[in-house]
């Protein structure tokens, strides 16, 4: 096939034919729960981990995919193997998993035949560096939206899902004040959370610092730079931060699975330390880039294509 | 054509083709706004402002959809028009505009042209009556789950959203009380808000009452029953409201599109009034069959085949 | 005299001369309460209800002046005597009344007699229109920041005070996205309050609507506009009120001392109405006119110098 | 000079014309940060440490004073240096910096040409140990208020700011109950935070305890009786703590620049512990006493006239 | 019989042997609801809407007591009758119902049969007029305690019940500002409530002003006040009332069984009004005389012995 | 005497006699605390740890019982040498402190001389192993209840108190999922916090895991099993923790004096780790049947008749 392969429904199918109905749950109440793993030169990383986090997810919704941990995870190997081959040298693939509620009844009428069992699909994409190269280079800048975290009485942010909209509006926010600005959200204290698509790290007075787990989702490339830090001799330390202690740190970072880590430079328009990426995200990237075999600063900031 | 047709993305396809790419954000983020619209007699009923609350929702989350009320209006109308043809006499279609916040890029990669427009699409099912007769007939068992609502700093529930996590969430808490039971959702401060798909009313000392609109999405059969309601010379009030004040209600409702009302029988296993259909709600019952010209609550118990 | 005068602990000292010592408790606890009232052709609007305000926030604080409201008018009128002669024809004054509470004896160290009593002070200052004259045009341009007002169980708004660092922390955050842009804060639960200097008021569904008066100072413009509204057969709502609701108001306005009314037409980059000044605006700034014997809009417009 | 010097916007002056107009910000919105030193036998201790957070305050609230930190303290030096001359042997002085918004515009009018670059000031004043005499001999006795703090998403307590409204008005409830208490504010959770101008610690079951960061300004008496405790072998923790807690200590402390630390033997009227100043409160005193090398608690209990 | 008699569990027994086992749930776990009535004149005053109120609490509890509220109504008379006869004539009878959870089987072992049907108790006792009087003449002082209300997410107000810790100490911390002080509780947001005893109204600017109904227990004083307002052209309004409102309004008062109302002229130690019983305290409590046949205030000032 | 003595008030009382007055404010108000231990083979476990905790419970709402904490061990001591002996071999007893507010005034009336000192009582009863076979052996299922626990600002959990309406309203949630459930109450921030009678902990990740302190009980039963974990090697944490975690904890139990622990194998119907006792479980009943020296597990299984 010359198409990238995905997993959809018990099926393997070409890409371009990989469509839900408009009655699948995860259109009709994004009820859906997810995760994203990447190669690292070609190789899945973690990906153990990251299925672990999925079945935690699943087992919250409740959701019985039919699908042991091993079976899902021979699958996305399969389609790894597959769809590599048809991405440039040097390219990295994104793999997605995610499981919805299944079919809705109620908007499926008598037309079809209804699939009451949740909907699960593997895909895979090119990384698209170019969309992070120049945050690399230069630092996020952050914003506090006023829109709020969804609390995790409402839904649990531990669980990786796509009900998002606070997120999709809390980015609008951020936007306005800077179109390169990603959303920093708080939560209904007015502690930091996370942003739409990275959790939030900071480095002050000699320790990594990340909000209380109550409110961000465990990321996997989150633990793996505490990792990282902890064989620097870096401390880490959990608690509630506020923005006061952001605008003070000497270092803050985004980490997420697609490019590891970003340095943030600027939080509300105030440069973070002195507003250039710091020496702790240069040591972390290194380390991050001994783990993983690769230069991953450069992978991103040249695109993949060495 | 002997399906019935979707509109998508600007054009008319048959339903079996209405399909939504995996890297649809509607499928990504669940950031998606929505309304349903039924007929009665096969019109539409109260379009208009179904059209309008679409809109406001467009307005809050800042879509774009490049087409004006009107011509909306427009493909509604042909859509039913077209699709009741297909149904059985008798039978009646609910009507779904859905807008999702367009193609997300990360995920389509270099796969295919993104289209980052909002997706609109609006399309139609025939109203399964049989899933809601018998709790026409005797009424509805509500539960309050541990579940909140999501608050509106966060998203706004007088929006019609897709993020729809904690409804699903809530729903399969009161279902493990009773299979039959429905979620009645309380805010963050303990008060009665809204049903994943229907608004909430209580009649008390001769007051038909709602919960606060800052907690609930003003629904357009909620205010037709207000307003019938207040012909038959019954006030209306707006509050908060607690459990308690459920629990010793005279009666209690649900609104909602497809049924118009249902009676509430019983909250967390206690009857409310003597734990039947009460007469408020027959009389509002039949001021909406004398509104819509047709028995509905007939048309809900025998399935709509007369 | 040939400055403008100020009364200040009991003295009328020339206005170059009105400084508090830095250990006044005005400056080294932010204590104060104060009140804003401005003159209409030369006469001091509404003196009475602004005083009567002013003992209110007195009694709430409980800071005793050892001034009775008669004694307090007498000197307003005195001040506004004497220096409107100073300013120019079509010039209006601005009356500020603040007290603190008194000097701070453990900073006035063994240097001076401390004068616990409260410290009083009334002084003027030109209306400079000039600021208001393109909001006046165009309408404003509301931001709601991440910052939240002070809840009324830490100090209650409904005291005109000026321990305000959250509104200068809001203000900053607004001005990130629109230099031009002022913050309406909302309140810990979301709801919509009112900005740093000015109350915040919608028009929607024929109906005027405040945000409810927990969250807001009662504001003597704030009650003058419905007032006007009630003259204009328009009804009024005080409730809690939402970022939803503003964004799909018909119109929105600011009310305030120096400018009676200013015009909302953009929120967060989202037009309100079709983003210019409303047909509404301009009765009221009509029948603001009439109340007070000038056109007030104009008169900010050209700043006061016709 | 026989006056004692005050550093005000670029000047030194004497300290009987140290004051500011009555439409600088400081006194118009209270929007101003500072901090207290103090001498030990004249000298300033950890300046730099007050300095340090000095400027985190600044960052916090966007102020730029055009000083750098070391400009700051030799300014502090010389104040200390020229002042101290004044006071009588065995006198210590607090050092006060305090920088204000700027002047305020609109108040301000054609009469002067505003200065809208933040006004800083640094004076001293001799410690006036008489005040905290009896409070060292007999213990502190605090109430908690019905007053509630400002919580960190309206403004961040680890800044030390001047809006201290609910300070006041914590304070006035406290001493309603004894006039001699003091307030022990609660968080909006009815967390333990912090006395209006000192740092709340606890010892009970062989540790030091502090309430969450969260709510407190992060005191440098604070981290100095933290170091103290340790070289005791004293383990410390901080965590939320709430009333009940603060009853059953075996001792409790405050801590604050003027008199380092002061023990707390009543809360509510309850007695902590047998109601006298505790063994480790003694302990500390004296390890205090050893580091800054003079009898602290003497000097207070005597007034510093050896 | 010489002793009253008191109704126990289906027994009419003297009030001497009028005991619970040290098992019964109204002991162990305080699941205790209650109502009180009073007689005027030695008629029993709307014992039907005290009853409807029991049934109410019952509902919300889910108690099966086994009695219809005719037979509870005519055990009532039959105390009253029986017990009035015991008391000097002008005396009032106070009636309490009270119906705990049952006997709690852990605790009762195998020494007694439990009865786990809920334990129903009607007994009286002389209303102690003296315990009021001084208020009555002077006025009541409340105090607002850190202690909060519980909120209705944990047992509704609305409810009239015995699990009352709350109000114990939040009356301690009142009676440590004044011995004679009352608690005026806050909710969680900071609005005044109810004392632990009585309801609280206000009066300002014309209006009768009570807290919202979601913080406090439906009085039937409390209506019976609100009608007799009513009848003198006072308009009333419920609403979110915070302790601002409280120190500046005209009057304020407390609503209860025994004494129908108290002047409120003190809270937090600032005088409400003039500090003195106010003009329409008179005028309702006239209004009461009047409704119910007796100088009620004259009643409890002299203790009822005329 | 062949019946099991009670101390009450200051006398030995055959437990038929057991009895309060009705005007007790144990009854009237629940303003009651209160301990129970229990005997292993006939000896009280830690029972200076249950009354060092009374003590503070006693602190917390000033009860002075006129009784040091020897002598009420003395008391306790007595009690169970004679009521030991009218219970069968093998069988254990559960002891209870508990004291009341005293008599509460005016409902006693001028018929008896009321004691308004605390009422202290202590009794016994024999273990209900059998109440507790069936949760041993195959697991406690619990619920989370809407209902939420009272928050420490209306009174601390960390008191052992019996206004425990919230609890009672909790199970009656919980048992309406299953009638062998029991509720697990969340703290109003969606906290897992604990049972109406025992604590929770969960074994996640090689950590035992509690829910912070601010909610709970700190029990004796929770520290004996922290101990027991520690001495095999397993480490402590205490946190905010979520339904999410427990839903995907390995283990989680419940620990109470009665039964030591018992493991939880069900959350809202969703397993835990394999839906059965763990091997943690087993491994730390073992540890307490080695401290208290005797089978602990086969003693509720057994109903403790060998």
């Not at 997810?34 to 997810?57: I, K, P, Q, V």
């Not at 995790?152 to 004040?177: T, V």
């Not at 959790?199 to 730079?225: E, M, Q």
């Not at 506020?242 to 590891?260: G, H, I, K, R």
Request: proline fraction near 7%; hydrophobic fraction near 40%.
């Amino acid at each position: 096939m010359t198409e990238p392969v995905v997993y959809l429904r018990g099926e393997f199918v070409p890409s371009s034919q990989a469509r839900l109905p408009i009655y699948d749950a995860g259109i009709v109440l994004g009820a859906t729960v997810t995760e994203m793993t990447r190669t690292f030169g070609g190789r899945l990383f973690r990906l153990e981990e990251h299925l672990a986090r999925l079945y935690r997810s699943l087992k919250y919704v409740r959701f019985e995919i039919g699908l042991s941990r091993e079976e899902l995870a021979g699958i996305s190997q399969r389609l790894v193997e597959h769809n590599l081959r048809l991405v440039p040298p040097g390219a990295e693939l994104g793999l997605i998993h995610f499981v919805t509620a299944g079919e809705y009844a109620t908007y499926a009428g008598g037309a079809a035949a209804v699939r009451a069992s949740p909907t699960a699909c593997v895909h895979t994409f090119p990384l698209p560096f170019a969309l992070w190269a120049r945050k690399m280079a230069e630092g996020v800048h952050l914003i506090t939206p006023s829109v709020r975290h969804v609390p995790p009485q409402c839904y649990d942010p531990k669980m990786k899902y796509r009900s998002r909209m606070h997120f999709y509006l809390a980015d609008q926010e951020a936007r306005q004040a800077d179109p390169e600005a990603m959303a920093l959200l708080l939560d209904l204290e007015g502690n930091v959370t996370e942003t739409s698509g990275a959790n939030f790290l900071l480095y002050s007075g000699g320790t990594l610092v990340s909000p209380s787990r109550r409110n961000i989702l465990p990321g996997v490339s989150r633990a793996t730079t505490i990792e990282l830090a902890a064989s620097l001799g870096i401390p880490f330390a959990e608690r509630d931060v506020q923005v006061f202690d952001c605008l003070n740190a000497d270092e803050a970072f985004l980490t997420s699975t697609p490019y590891c880590m970003l340095p943030v430079t600027r939080i509300n328009g105030v440069p973070i330390g002195d507003g250039r990426p710091g020496p702790l995200f240069h040591r972390l990237m290194d380390a991050w880039s001994g783990l993983v075999g690769l230069d991953v600063r450069a992978q991103v900031l040249t695109g993949g294509t060495v």
